[in-house]
């Protein structure tokens, strides 16, 4: 992040927006923390989920932080490696969850994500005992995302609750600046031509994000993982 | 047609075209390769591989109008690995095409968004189609640009051959047919260093790790075309990576 960027965060940071919007997420997770008993961040290693796990670790420093990998067909190596580096560096009590449904998908179709989060995620929770997700997804970001917020519908069997739905992705980035908070080493090279509004973590070389573009742009700045290294051999 | 005629048929048609044209000796030189563009160049990946593109306008002209009736079931790496095809109008360092990768005058790239949308409402069907995914499925995809307006490669080979090639050409990179990376003009000047593979001791294109003594950085790359294919990918210097290569790649790089 450039200099200019970094002032106009934390410039943001200090206005009164901003600081409600905080208020209002911190009170939703303490809300939360009151009613259910075991509950787990979801951590992807974006932006939105960097934030939300923040807030709520600040409040209940055991909280568990899970990551779903989603496997050498979807996640290069270094990305994952840089997600656990940056769970490690905050002290979180963070845990990588395996899909063999992703394993085994070798990209040449839409991935079954529901199907993993039906068949795989949601029972090994449910036998963890998890009872609540916190989940970092906005409303900003798309009228679906919108929908399943005010809808209260939740994607699989254990409830939702979305303590950054109302930030927008200024506060996203002048919390991250005004904590110092360390974000995946990606945002500052897709950002440099996507724009900081834009810019958003997910699966690589993905033949799902093709109708937006996402191959397109990860052939061109992630090229150096277009390619997998033969099961067996070690990843390069 | 089964797929061993398919085979032998498309075999024989790259063989005959490909010889015709090209079964010639050629005068081998560094040269350096100016494409004039006269609008933005879409790429999906950093760079063009102009032995790449040779390769292609070659294939195009000796397959004619099958060229659009090519197998879709197994790359066309397969029909071409078994052929003993003649010499290219670029030189060969061994297995390493002597061509560099492009080099921008412009390298700051940016975003575009081409919106690709079936406009139902001129067919005259009064059910409604579903937009949201499928077959008539909407695109809104990205595409990075580079708005330069030249694109530099470095190769040793034959500048009339190379001419006479490249008047085929009429654009370059990704999504022509929405009107990125026309060219304006091509030319070609000989130079004194060979710049193809190698330059201050940084690689030029992507070179296989077992032509090479030392290197700073690999991963996988295809290094000769189809560049697309998966067969042709291999642990490779990147371009712009410092590399030494081997005594016999150097030997075989010489004139």
Redesign the interface.
């Given at each position: 992040m450039n200099k200019r960027w970094r002032e106009t965060f934390t410039l943001w940071a200090q206005s009164e927006e901003f600081t409600r919007r905080v208020a209002e997420a911190k009170q939703i997770i303490k809300d939360a923390l009151k009613d259910f008993q075991k509950p787990y961040c979801s951590f992807s290693g974006g932006k939105d989920s960097l934030v939300m796990t923040h807030l709520v670790w600040r409040m209940k420093p055991d909280i568990e932080v899970i990551t779903l990998d989603y496997s050498r067909n979807f996640l290069p190596l270094r990305y994952l490696l840089e997600i656990k580096d940056i769970a490690r560096k905050l002290g979180w009590n963070h845990r990588v969850i395996r899909s063999r449904i992703l394993e085994k998908d070798e990209n040449d179709g839409i991935p079954r994500m529901m199907q993993v989060l039906n068949r795989e995620v949601t029972p090994f929770l449910l036998r963890e005992g998890f009872d609540l997700a916190f989940v970092g997804i906005r409303k900003e970001e798309s009228s679906a995302r919108k929908h399943r917020i005010e809808g209260h519908s939740n994607l699989t069997k254990i409830p939702e609750v979305h303590p950054v739905a109302d930030f927008t992705w200024m506060d996203i980035w002048a919390y991250i600046v005004s904590q110092n908070l360390p974000y995946m080493r990606f945002y500052d090279i897709y950002a440099k031509?996507?724009g900081w509004e834009n810019v958003r973590f997910s699966t690589f070389f993905d033949k799902e994000l093709?109708?937006?573009?996402?191959?397109?742009?990860d052939?061109?700045f992630s090229?150096?993982?277009?390619?997998?290294?033969p099961p067996g051999k070690k990843p390069? | 047609m089964n797929e061993e005629k398919e085979y032998l048929y498309f075999a024989d048609k790259i063989l005959n075209g490909v010889s015709e044209r090209w079964g010639k000796k050629w005068n081998y030189e560094p040269l350096e390769v100016r494409i004039y563009l006269a609008t933005p160049l879409v790429?999906?990946?950093?760079w063009v591989h102009l032995d790449g593109v040779l390769s292609h306008l070659a294939l195009r002209k000796a397959l004619g109008q099958d060229y659009y009736l090519l197998p879709a079931k197994y790359p066309i790496s397969k029909i071409t690995k078994g052929l003993e095809l003649p010499n290219f109008p670029i030189r060969y360092a061994g297995a390493i095409p002597q061509a560099s990768i492009s080099f921008f005058e412009n390298v700051k790239?940016?975003?575009e968004?081409?919106y690709k949308k079936l406009e139902d409402r001129w067919l005259g069907i009064v059910k409604k189609l579903y937009h949201g995914s499928g077959y008539f499925?909407?695109?809104?995809?990205?595409?990075?640009y580079i708005p330069t307006p030249l694109v530099k490669f470095y190769v040793v080979g034959d500048k009339e051959g190379l001419l006479e090639i490249l008047s085929e050409l009429v654009s370059l990179g990704?999504n022509s047919r929405l009107g990125w990376g026309y060219i304006s003009r091509i030319e070609i000047t000989p130079i004194n260093e060979d710049k193809s593979i190698i330059h201050e001791g940084k690689a030029m294109r992507p070179i296989p790790v077992r032509f090479c003594k030392s290197w700073a950085d690999?991963?996988?790359?295809?290094w000769r075309p189809p560049y697309w294919s998966?067969d042709m990918?291999e642990?490779c210097v990147?371009p712009g990576s410092e590399v030494e290569l081997l005594p016999e790649t150097i030997e075989k790089m010489r004139l």
């Open positions: 031509v996507l093709e109708s937006l573009g996402g191959p397109n742009l052939g061109f090229y150096r993982y277009r390619y997998k290294s390069l | 790429l999906n990946h950093p790239p940016r975003t968004v081409v499925k909407d695109y809104a995809m990205k595409h990075i990704d690999s991963f996988l790359l295809a998966t990918v642990e990147p």
